[in-house]
Antibody, heavy 120, light 107 residues
Framework: QVKLLQSGAALVKPGDSVKMSCKASGYTFTDYIIHWVKQSHGKSLEWIGY????????NYNEKFKSKATLTVDKSSSTAYMEFSRLTSEDSAIYYC?????????????WGQGASVTVSS | DIRMTQSPASLSASLGETVNIECLASEDIYSDLAWYQQKPGKSPQLLIYNANSLQNGVPSRFSGSGSGTQYSLKINSLQSEDVATYFCQQYNNYPNTFGAGTKLELK
């Protein structure tokens, strides 16, 4: 079945960067867009951006354009998100999610989430 | 950005009851609306897309309706496993945006 396995929790210092991973299995990785979504503690969801694993093309929410960098490694069916210049506002759970076919922005499978805590 | 206003923010209902959750968009989103269920400590799961299309494997007691700016999620015959937070998402306009969520608890 479709699975997205994310890297573990991270504790990072303000100003640092963090790179998290999302390993896909159970489907052809290059056939589906991968989204990244932020969920601040106890709050709603914010779309960060997506990457097309086939082409490497990306589309970012303007709010996160200078903060997030999305990449993929097709050989290992893994998507990555690097988040830079971290502040306490970036402490959150980050999810990767697969797009539902042609419904690019509907997300039909989600990773388990990766918790990022920014603290000195 | 399009604002998605969900109501109520929380509700308490009894087993077997019918529950309605509303989502109001700040402008017409032409039925480009999805609903997700997030159980405590878990990741969100897709329930409904295109305002009223049920995702494969989702129980038929869930249904979606609406058009224009007003949408709703209906849960018939509430089950204990339906305890969760429900989010709406519009994907008609960039960037796609989510509602603040409705927390559903058992009475």
């Amino acid at each position: 079945q479709v699975k997205l396995l994310q890297s573990g929790a991270a504790l990072v210092k303000p100003g640092d960067s963090v790179k998290m991973s999302c390993k896909a299995s159970g489907y052809t990785f290059t056939d589906y867009i991968i989204h990244w979504v932020k969920q601040s503690h106890g709050k709603s969801l914010e779309w960060i951006g997506y990457i097309n694993p086939y082409s490497g093309g990306t589309n970012y929410n303007e709010k996160f354009k200078s903060k997030a960098t999305l990449t993929v490694d097709k050989s290992s069916s893994t998507a990555y998100m690097e988040f830079s210049r971290l502040t306490s506002e970036d402490s959150a759970i980050y999810y990767c999610a697969r797009a539902y076919g042609y419904y690019y922005y509907v997300m039909d499978a989600w990773g388990q989430g990766a918790s990022v805590t920014v603290s000195s | 950005d399009i604002r998605m206003t969900q109501s109520p923010a929380s509700l308490s209902a009894s087993l077997g009851e019918t529950v309605n959750i509303e989502c109001l968009a700040s402008e017409d989103i032409y039925s480009d609306l999805a609903w997700y269920q997030q159980k405590p400590g878990k990741s969100p799961q897709l329930l409904i897309y295109n305002a009223n299309s049920l995702q494969n494997g989702v129980p038929s007691r869930f249904s979606g309706s609406g058009s224009g700016t007003q949408y709703s999620l209906k849960i018939n015959s509430l089950q204990s496993e339906d305890v969760a937070t429900y989010f709406c998402q519009q994907y008609n306009n960039y960037p796609n945006t989510f509602g603040a969520g409705t927390k559903l608890e058992l009475k």
